[in-house]
């Protein structure tokens, strides 16, 4: 059985980068079939899909957040990571990875979830 | 993007009856529509796909309907287990967007 968990730092600083990594157990990061995903929920509020990373390294990026996000992969590790960078305090959420079927590209797969504050 | 409203933002409901729980897409979304389920301080658990089609073990008195830009989620007989926040998503176009959910409460 696939599971995902999430790791990084719990606060971060205004304008700094925000980096949360999901470690993949049960599975490999691999698989084509599926998309590798970053979804986050602001407490008391709805998901928002960050961006999705194909096994290959492809990548697609909310363009709400395209100019600060990076989304990579470390297959050797059976890691993704993202990288999110001048943050606000829009920002604090609680950030889940997520593993989506490419094809019908619902997650079918939780982590358990991090929250992240924004906060000096 | 495609927007995804949902509504009413919240529901009222006597255990045993039925719910009906409606998401409109800003444009056509085919029948790319999934339903979720979320209780408080748990992920969301995949309910519905393709519009209509249970996700392994949820139960036949979970219904999806629908197709473009009109769809239904239908509980036909609210159990306890039932009463929830609900979100749908559609992944026809990216980015892939959620509705801001309905809140199933107990009336």
């Known amino acids: 059985q696939v599971q995902l968990q999430e790791s990084g730092p719990g606060l971060v600083k205004p304008s700094q980068t925000l980096s949360l990594t999901c470690t993949v157990s049960?599975?490999?990061?691999?698989?084509?079939?599926?998309?590798w995903s970053w979804i986050r929920q602001p407490a008391g509020k709805g998901l928002e899909w960050i961006g999705r990373?194909?096994?290959?390294?492809?990548?697609n990026y909310n363009p709400s957040l395209k100019s600060r996000l990076t989304i990579s992969v470390d297959a050797s590790k059976n890691q993704f990571s993202l990288k999110l960078s001048s943050v606000t305090a829009a920002d604090t959420a609680m950030y889940y990875c997520?593993?989506?079927?490419?094809?019908?590209?619902?997650?079918?797969?939780w982590g358990q979830g991090t929250l992240v504050t924004v906060s000096s | 993007e495609i927007v995804m409203t949902q509504s009413p933002a919240t529901l009222s409901v006597s255990p045993g009856e039925r719910a009906t729980l409606s998401c409109r897409a800003s444009?056509?979304?085919?029948?790319?529509l999934a339903w979720y389920q979320q209780k408080p301080g748990q992920t969301p658990r995949l309910l519905i796909y393709?519009?209509?089609t249970r996700a392994t073990g949820i139960p036949d008195r979970l219904s999806g309907s629908g197709s473009g830009t009109e769809f239904t989620l239908t509980i036909s007989s609210l159990q306890s287990e039932d009463f929830a926040v609900y979100y749908c998503?559609?992944?026809?176009?990216?980015?892939?967007?959620f509705g801001q959910g309905t809140k199933v409460e107990i009336k």
């Open positions: 998503q559609q992944y026809n176009n990216w980015p892939w967007t």
């Open positions: 444009q056509s979304v085919r029948s790319n």
């Open positions: 049960g599975g490999s990061i691999s698989s084509d079939s599926y998309y």
């Open positions: 393709g519009a209509s």
């Open positions: 990373i194909y096994s290959s390294g492809s990548n």
């Open positions: 997520a593993r989506a079927d490419a094809v019908f590209g619902v997650v079918v797969t």
